[in-house]
């Protein structure tokens, strides 16, 4: 074994070559268009080459690649939802992320360590009763847990006994866990590419050419594509882009801030959230301790970072934590997110025969990246919506059978 | 600290308002369709762009409006809600 390994190193065969390639010429048409070369994008991009066997694709990304949301989330993925719908949905994208580095021959650093969220109130502890009873049905590990097990699962979390924010029990969720954002985006990429994917960086979409109901084609700043299908799949700007093509989505958009604390050894093993508080932490595999993640109060197009969520995130953590009080901050950021009234998706057919939705991702995108990548990839391929994906329709808005995710999403308003 | 200026109580540190977000047209309770019904409750204005919306402040239970661009953050007025009418 050391002897091929130094055979391998010293090879003048060694492959250096990039997982992504540079951005080619772009072509006048492509069977399917993608815009947005974010971990969805890339996601579906994978999936329509490998299982579908439709490579004609160009995932177009306005900056870079995944620089916007992907790079910007805290990385939470969990199945930990209140409706089956949901449930079901999630689970699959965990389940996708269990084996993610095998399938895409890149390390991810899928870590499965288990997320406890903490109850304050006895209203959150009946909350998470119910929770856990949905989770259990559809074959999640999801349980409640009273203060003893989560003294058990986290002993150094303050319980502030008697106090006005005692901890009175927690949901429990094994199936919970992180991995590395950016290797997610960059795995699919390279996948990707590798099956003829094409993807343009600094190609932004401008407009639609749209006869009837169908997209013709794509008008970027690097030209006009053609296309047969087309998929939305741009994070924070989803309503933006959705609306140049005379699509009106249910979304406002709120910036999401979140920090990261200087390096510290290892102490924190599961991701643990506080819906009262509005916090979660999670203890990356640098040593970080990421905060997030709060949502700003109104609407807004800015990923500037402000010094009232500074000290919001910083209040929940170290009241949580106490110890964390002299711990140093390296950095704050802030990405949009396209918030649905509901707190779920939009996924599926748009008002248009051949433009599809990847949408309304808000504050909870990146644990669907897998998932949502297949299933959209799935659509797209058929032409018509898997059951799976039915309930996340845009027409739940007109029927009213919205699919209220709020209680169950972390950041909210 | 951002500051909003708030019509009664003069500027104050935006932590102190709410935001009701933007103003919607009433509509006809009696001669609504669903679909419209279904657009004034889920479909609020999102474009970038500057918006008229309803904030209140919090501590004196006084609502107003505002009017805000939603790419700057910057709040261009604001003003009492009887000018709402003149809006119209």
Known sequence: MPLRLLKYGLSRDYPVSGDIPATPELKPAYDVVIIGGGGHGLSCAHHLAKYHGIKSVAVLEKGYLAGGNTARNTTTIRSNYITPEGVAFYKEGVELFERLSQELDFNVMFSQRGQLTLAHTEATMRSFHMRAEIGKHMGTRTEVVDQKGVEELCPLLNMDYGGPLEILGGLWHADGGTARHDAVAWGYAAQASRRGVEIHQRTEVQGFEVVGDRVQ?????????????????????????ALMAGVELPIRCYPLQAMVTQPLKPWLDTLVSSVSLHTYLVQSSRGEVVIGGGSDPYQLYSTRSTLDMKEHLAEGAVHLFPFLQGVRLLRQWAGITDMTPDYSPIMGASPLANLWLDCGWGTWGFKATPVAGKRMAQTIADGRVPDILKPFALERFETFQLLNEMGATAASH | MKLLTCPMNGPRNIDEFQSFGPVRAKLDPDGTADTDWSRHLFRAENRKGIVVEWWRHVPSNYFFLAERDLVSNEIIRTFDASELRDLA
């Open chain 1, 217 to 241: 084609a794509v008008k970027t700043n690097r030209g006009r594509v053609a296309c047969g299908q087309v998929l939305i799949a741009t994070g924070g700007m989803n309503y933006d882009v």
